[in-house]
């Protein structure tokens, strides 16, 4: 087996490591404007470290594709606001006000990350389906009451 097949193998493992330091660094924003950010130390540091690894996952499964992505693409923007939203999480240990941009930057990685393996419209509400008459539901009673009496 080649160096590639395992860095492409471990990589997969970015699908599971990735929700940690989504949880870990949202939590730890929200005990930064709710107790302080000697609350949310630990939780930013945990945070940060499981991000820089999601983000290492992420290169280590994109690098299976064998391409160059077009700039400003769906993975593009996915990739980079990754990196740079792990970027924020280690700044944030020191500097607890860059849990903010750090969340925004997870957000958008979220994001771009759902429209690659969702679709671009995942989040839109599914259209209703057209609702004409149907048979059994809508004409069928109606024969029954006035038509089967006298027509069998």
Same mark, same amino acid.
């Given at each position: 087996?080649?160096?590639?097949? !395992?860095?492409?193998? #471990? ?5 599971? +490591?990735?929700?940690?330091?989504? @949880?870990?660094?949202?939590? /730890?924003? %929200? ?18 470290? =499981?991000? #820089?690894?999601? &983000? ?16 400003? =693409? ?5 990739? !980079? @606001?990754?990196? +740079?939203? /792990?970027?924020? /999480?280690?700044? $944030?240990? =020191? ?5 903010? $941009?750090?969340?925004?930057?997870? +957000?958008? $990685?979220?994001?771009?990350? &759902?429209?690659? %393996? ?8 599914? /259209?209703? &389906? @057209? +609702?004409?008459?149907?048979?059994? @539901?809508? %004409? ?13």
């Amino acid at each position: 087996m080649y160096l590639q097949d !395992w860095v492409s193998w #471990v990589g997969r493992f970015h699908l599971v +490591a990735l929700h940690f330091p989504i @949880a870990l660094l949202l939590v /730890a924003l %929200v005990l930064h404007l709710r107790r302080g950010p000697d609350a949310a130390r630990t939780c930013t540091a945990w945070g940060a470290a =499981s991000a #820089v690894l999601a &983000a290492l996952l992420g290169w280590a499964y994109a690098s299976g594709g064998g391409g160059q992505e077009e700039f400003f =693409s769906n993975i593009w923007i996915h990739r !980079w @606001a990754g990196v +740079a939203a /792990a970027g924020f /999480a280690v700044l $944030a240990v =020191s500097r607890p006000r860059a849990l903010i $941009a750090a969340a925004l930057l997870i +957000a958008v $990685a979220g994001h771009y990350g &759902a429209r690659m %393996v969702h679709g671009n419209g995942y989040l839109s509400l599914p /259209a209703p &389906a @057209a +609702a004409g008459p149907g048979f059994t @539901a809508d %004409v069928l009673p109606i024969l029954e009451g006035r038509c089967v009496m006298c027509h069998g």
